[in-house]
Nanobody, 125 residues
Framework: QVQLVESGGGLVQAGDSLRLSCAASGRTFSSGAMGWFRQAPGKEREFVATISWSWNGGSTYYGESVKGRFTISRDNAKNTVTLQMNSLKPEDTAVYYC????????????????WGQGTQVTVSS
């Protein structure tokens, strides 16, 4: 079993920054990906960012709406993934979820096995 716990959400002004963290415990994977998704009330879940790792390297991918503003990174020693969010906009307001998959092939399209409880990010005008 794997447990994912998100932290770092809050209420900020437009243009501000936030850093979200996702701590994983329990089973670990020699290769896989961890990603961030978000969901606003009345809207579908949206892919935000993901980062993969394997014996021959890793990759990062970002949703079009956050490219150039958000950065995902991984700390192998602490088994955590961080999402640095800069230049926040009101449309970034959502519950942000961390997810983990052992299947790199579907790290963008879906297929994540484990999900955190989510952390609320609210960006005011």
């Amino acid at each position: 079993q794997v447990q994912l716990v998100e932290s770092g959400g809050g209420l900020v002004q437009a243009g501000d920054s936030l850093r979200l963290s996702c701590a994983a415990s329990g089973r670990t994977f020699s290769s896989g990906a961890m990603g961030w998704f978000r969901q606003a009330p009345g809207k579908e879940r949206e892919f935000v960012a993901t980062i993969s790792w394997s014996w021959n390297g890793g990759s990062t991918y970002y949703g079009e709406s956050v490219k150039g503003r958000f950065t995902i990174s991984r700390d192998n020693a602490k088994n955590t993934v961080t999402l640095q969010m800069n230049s926040l906009k009101p449309e970034d307001t959502a519950v942000y979820y961390c997810a983990l998959t052992s299947r790199i092939a579907t790290m963008v399209s879906g297929g994540y096995d484990y999900w955190g409880q989510g952390t609320q990010v609210t960006v005011s005008s």
